[in-house]
């Protein structure tokens, strides 16, 4: 089992920034390629952005690119990821996400674990 626990949300303005951070525990970490899902009331579940185990590649959706960045630290089994220019429809509660899938999957259904949530709460 690994174990995934988000930390980093809150409430912002429209402009504002948000660093999410994922902490990994209980399998090695840096074997599985990792993700950022959001849930907003009433919608499904997206891909926000994913990584490969190395951190080399990474892919981002295209409501997020250029203002979204995901990274992660190996040595600190730690995922990120950076959220600029935020907008009231990116609120929605986030959640990292471990698969086994290479390089990386955008499908939900391909990642075994995930963290309980955290909630970006962003106001116009």
């Known amino acids: 089992q690994m174990q995934l626990v988000e930390s980093g949300g809150g409430l912002v303005q429209a402009g504002g920034s948000l660093r999410l951070s994922c902490a990994a525990s209980g399998r090695t970490f840096s074997t599985y390629a990792m993700g950022w899902f959001r849930q907003a009331p009433g919608k499904e579940r997206e891909f926000v952005a994913a990584i490969d185990w190395s951190g080399g590649t990474t892919y981002h959706a295209d409501s997020v690119k250029g203002r979204f960045t995901i990274s992660r630290d190996n040595a600190k089994n730690t995922l990120n990821l950076q959220m600029n220019s935020l907008k009231p429809e990116d609120t929605a509660v986030y959640y990292c996400?471990?698969?086994?899938?290479?390089?990386?999957?955008?499908?939900?259904?391909?990642?075994?674990?995930w963290g309980q949530g955290t909630q970006v709460t962003v106001s116009s």
């Open positions: 996400a471990a698969s086994n899938y290479a390089p990386y999957s955008v499908d939900s259904r391909e990642y075994a674990y």
